[in-house]
């Protein structure tokens, strides 16, 4: 299957479990994605359901309840498409929900800070409890044996020092971890808490780490740019924003016409801050 296939079945299930048209007397239907306060962002939304589903499907879904399907289809999208490109990014993954940072062998040492922070309550006063986090997707890859290091040739043994502490190698740890490989925050929806939300993710996971920093990435259906900009602007904390439809994106807001929102289309994509949901399984494989 092609990620071109992956994308449009991945939009296929969007369509059928989580897009729907609320039903609004006052404002008029609006697609759930879609804050029904602003005109830009209902037209934008519903440009995009339109492209995407073959016909409105109408019903409600919590807000909560939407953002745990995206989660969902999100994480199999990228498991499957990941997968496709095993011969270019060899290793064995796993795909986790909402999973703590501390069990993996960047941020183990967390999972004992934690116990102590339990223990003596003046000193969580002081250094906070946020920074065991839970991320809303997690790719961990499992160490690897000496077997499969020298399944061509030998390469590693115990005759001598060499590579004794890369947590690569499944040997060195008495009880091996799985190397967070990345963080993905995955957002149906963007307001401003939820931006800085994922930044402070982000920051956490930079300082906290001991060893090889995860790719740290968002993911978000938020029809909006200035508020997709609100997160994807900048450097430092994230590497970059996924659209879970940027064609169809693009088309919508050429289609309204609205110049602000044209602007910010460019100013984030040719910035190198915005990409198509398509892009991530290649970016995760550098």
Same mark, same amino acid.
């Given at each position: 299957?092609?990620?071109?296939?992956?994308?449009?079945?991945?939009?296929?299930?969007?369509?059928?479990?989580?897009?729907?048209? @609320? %039903?609004?007397?006052?404002?008029? &239907? +609006?697609? =759930? !994605? /879609?804050?029904?306060?602003?005109?830009?962002?209902?037209?934008?939304?519903?440009?995009?359901?339109?492209?995407?589903?073959?016909?409105?499907?109408?019903?409600?879904?919590?807000?909560?309840?939407?953002?745990?399907?995206?989660?969902?289809?999100?994480?199999?999208?990228?498991?499957?498409?990941?997968?496709?490109?095993?011969?270019?990014?060899?290793?064995?993954?796993?795909?986790?929900?909402?999973?703590?940072?501390?069990?993996?062998?960047?941020?183990?040492?967390?999972?004992?800070?934690?116990?102590?922070?339990?223990?003596?309550?003046?000193?969580?006063?002081?250094?906070?409890?946020?920074?065991?986090?839970?991320?809303?997707?997690?790719?961990?890859?499992?160490?690897?044996?000496?077997?499969?290091? @020298? %399944?061509?040739?030998?390469?590693? &043994? +115990?005759? =001598? !020092? /060499?590579?004794?502490?890369?947590?690569?190698?499944?040997?060195?740890?008495?009880?091996?971890?799985?190397?967070?490989?990345?963080?993905?925050?995955?957002?149906?929806?963007?307001?401003?808490?939820?931006?800085?939300?994922?930044?402070?993710?982000?920051?956490?996971?930079?300082?906290?780490?001991?060893?090889?920093?995860?790719?740290?990435?968002?993911?978000?259906?938020?029809?909006?740019?200035?508020?997709?900009?609100?997160?994807?602007?900048?450097?430092?904390?994230?590497?970059?924003?996924?659209?879970?439809?940027?064609?169809?994106?693009?088309?919508?807001?050429?289609?309204?016409?609205?110049?602000?929102?044209?602007?910010?289309?460019?100013?984030?994509?040719?910035?190198?801050?915005?990409?198509?949901?398509?892009?991530?399984?290649?970016?995760?494989?550098?």
């Amino acid at each position: 299957m092609t990620i071109s296939e992956l994308r449009k079945q991945y939009h296929e299930n969007i369509c059928k479990d989580l897009l729907r048209m @609320n %039903k609004n007397t006052d404002k008029g &239907d +609006y697609p =759930n !994605n /879609a804050d029904g306060d602003s005109k830009i962002s209902v037209n934008i939304a519903r440009e995009i359901l339109l492209q995407l589903c073959s016909e409105p499907v109408y019903g409600n879904i919590s807000g909560q309840k939407a953002g745990k399907i995206f989660e969902m289809l999100t994480k199999d999208f990228i498991a499957h498409s990941f997968s496709l490109l095993e011969h270019i990014r060899p290793g064995e993954w796993s795909y986790l929900i909402e999973t703590e940072i501390s069990h993996f062998e960047q941020y183990k040492d967390l999972a004992e800070i934690d116990i102590i922070l339990k223990e003596h309550k003046k000193l969580a006063a002081t250094f906070g409890q946020d920074y065991i986090i839970k991320p809303d997707i997690i790719i961990g890859r499992k160490p690897v044996s000496d077997a499969m290091f @020298n %399944k061509k040739g030998k390469i590693v &043994d +115990y005759k =001598n !020092n /060499a590579a004794k502490l890369t947590p690569l190698r499944e040997s060195n740890c008495v009880t091996p971890k799985q190397l967070l490989h990345a963080s993905i925050s995955c957002k149906w929806t963007l307001r401003s808490d939820r931006a800085q939300n994922i930044r402070t993710e982000a920051f956490n996971l930079i300082r906290n780490r001991k060893g090889k920093l995860p790719h740290i990435v968002a993911v978000t259906a938020e029809p909006t740019l200035t508020r997709i900009a609100s997160l994807a602007l900048g450097t430092g904390d994230i590497d970059c924003v996924y659209h879970f439809a940027l064609d169809e994106l693009k088309n919508a807001v050429f289609n309204i016409n609205d110049d602000s929102q044209i602007d910010m289309f460019h100013i984030l994509v040719e910035g190198r801050r915005l990409r198509d949901i398509s892009d991530l399984p290649f970016d995760l494989a550098i």
